[in-house]
């Protein structure tokens, strides 16, 4: 099986999440799944456990809120599904560790060589208002390059809305 690269942006609650459970689920290979969010707060740790609720036990668990290249690196394998969510709170705990560029650079160079089916989800930040504060238009601005940087890679590249999917680059475009 040749590798298979999928990013699924979309705006909160737009079903990337659920869509990209399912992409891979219909793979028919074995399923991890990346976990990037951490429980700073009641909300966040809500969400996780409704994530974890909704995916079943039949998922491989890897918690890497910071090193993504080296998970995808350490995990990857033809006979397995690997989805990443998401790629924003991992954009986000970078930027506070001061690693970003390094951590960004690390995950655009190893994509090309993974092996195996690869779903990656990723909050479209860019949609709104122009955020007041230099820190959010920063992260929306980083969001951005790396949504443009990884479509170039991917596969296919889809968009969330409504819990409907509009592909914005079919199957085998790269």
């Known amino acids: 099986m040749r590798p298979v690269h999928e990013l699924i942006l979309g705006g909160a609650r737009s079903g990337k999440s659920k869509m ?5 689920l219909d793979s028919g290979l074995d399923l991890v799944y990346v976990a990037t969010g951490t429980a700073g707060d009641s909300e966040m740790a ?4 409704h994530h974890r609720q909704r995916r079943g036990s039949q998922w491989s668990v890897v918690e890497e809120p910071v090193s993504l290249a080296d998970a995808l690196r350490q995990h990857q394998d033809k006979t397995r599904c690997i989805l990443v969510d ?9 930027l506070q560790k001061n690693c970003w560029e390094r951590q960004k650079a690390s995950l655009l160079d190893i994509l090309p060589k993974l092996e195996g089916h690869i779903i990656m989800v990723s909050n479209e930040t860019g949609l709104g208002v122009v955020p007041m504060g230099e ?4 992260f929306v601005d980083e969001a951005g390059f790396l949504h443009q940087q990884l479509a170039a890679q991917c596969h296919q590249v889809s968009l969330m809305v409504a819990g409907l999917p509009l592909v914005l680059k079919p199957m085998g475009k790269v």
């Open 46 to 49: 809500e969400r996780i456990r």
């Open 86 to 94: 998401c790629l924003t709170l991992w954009l986000n705990n970078c």
């Open 20 to 24: 990209a459970e399912e992409r891979a």
């Open 135 to 138: 820190l959010s238009r920063h």
